[in-house]
Nanobody, 115 residues
Framework: VHVVESGGGLVQAGGSLRLSCAAS????????MGWYRQAPGKQRDLVAR???????NYADAVKGRFTISRDFADNTLYLQMNNLKPEDTAVYYC??????????WGQGTQVTVSS
């Protein structure tokens, strides 16, 4: 399974970005897909996650500003990020969970929000 993120970049505070994650390969049963982020010197944390049934959950810090969605037809995951803040600056990673126990990560995409 191959996971590739795109859409990161530099944006001013208050701006928007849309991240995409394309999954390919031997995909047979996706349980969930999610976005995580890691700022320098910090641990990698969950940003948003969506299950195969469409249930979503978000980190408190992004609720009301970020929206996760998924195109089930081609296994693509999106993260619409609005009203970005400098504290959203991080490398954003996509994770695909298959058959409950198999996790596949992308290489990450940098998001930088200037004040």
């Amino acid at each position: 399974v191959h996971v590739v993120e795109s859409g990161g970049g530099l944006v001013q505070a208050g701006g928007s970005l849309r991240l995409s994650c394309a999954a390919s390969g031997s995909i047979f049963s996706i349980d969930a897909m999610g976005w995580y982020r890691q700022a320098p010197g910090k641990q990698r944390d969950l940003v948003a996650r969506i299950t195969s049934g469409g249930t979503t959950n978000y980190a408190d810090a992004v609720k009301g500003r970020f929206t996760i969605s998924r195109d089930f037809a081609d296994n693509t995951l999106y993260l619409q990020m609005n009203n970005l803040k400098p504290e959203d600056t991080a490398v954003y990673y996509c994770k695909l969970t298959q058959a409950i126990i198999y996790d596949y990560w992308g290489q990450g995409t940098q998001v930088t929000v200037s004040s």
